[in-house]
């Protein structure tokens, strides 16, 4: 039976559509992945917690030259105020001063990667209790970790304190220097580190000389 014309270009046209509504996509096609916040690994340290000898910290932070004496690295209390210290909207940002550093290299983590960090961070706020005398990573995604630990001088075992707003510039603004790109502009690594002040917990005034760094994360 031969269909008359107007039918059968209506099923002619409502066949190519469906066949547009459900073709996969290409691989030309654009894939973006938005990650959670619990894609962030933090990490927590007791005050009684050794140090994790495989901490990625350790490595990183011992490659580096020694850090200028701060200028002030008295455990006692001897100002008034903290300085420095700061509350925006519940997040947190304690740290101040030090310039930056470039440590980037094929070894280092994705710029991507650290991104999603800065993404993420935000929303949840806090702030990360740290003891001298040690090197620990603070945060990490991916490839991407950034850790602290105290400079020459300053005494061990004495508490100071990291906001989530310290570690998000430290490593939006390595990107802005230091980040690399491929070609096309996608992909590249960052690596970086430089030195800061970070209030006393105990002593109110004090603050202790500090590195932070942002290198290649455990197990990448």
């Not at 894939?31 to 927590?44: C, E, F, L």
């Not at 008295?74 to 008034?80: E, L, R, V």
């Not at 970790?145 to 939006?172: F, H, K, M, Y």
């Amino acid at each position: 039976m031969q269909l008359p014309t107007n039918l059968l270009t209506f099923l002619l046209t409502f066949s190519s559509f469906l066949t547009l509504i459900t073709a996969a996509p290409t691989a030309a096609s654009p894939v973006v992945v938005v990650a959670a916040a619990a894609d962030i690994t933090y990490h927590t340290s007791p005050d009684n917690d050794p140090n994790d000898p495989n901490d990625p910290a350790i490595a990183f932070f011992s490659s580096l030259p020694p850090a200028p004496l701060p200028k002030r690295r008295s455990p006692n209390p001897s100002s008034p105020s903290v300085t420095g210290l700061a509350t925006k909207r519940g997040n947190q940002d304690y740290c101040r001063g030090g310039g930056y550093f470039n440590a980037t290299s094929d070894g280092s983590p994705w710029v991507a990667d650290c991104r999603v960090i800065i993404r993420n961070i935000a929303p949840k706020g806090g702030k990360w209790h740290y003891m001298t005398g040690s090197q620990r990573t603070l945060v990490s995604h991916g490839s991407c970790a950034l850790g602290i630990e105290s400079t020459d001088g300053v005494p061990p075992a004495l508490q100071t304190l990291v906001g989530d707003l310290d570690i998000a510039e430290w490593i939006r603004k390595s990107i802005d220097l230091f980040g690399t790109t491929t070609k096309g502009g996608e992909g590249g690594k960052v690596g970086s580190y430089g030195d800061t002040q970070c209030p006393s917990t105990h002593f109110e005034g004090d603050e202790y000389g500090m590195r932070w760094g942002l290198y290649r994360a455990k197990g990448w």
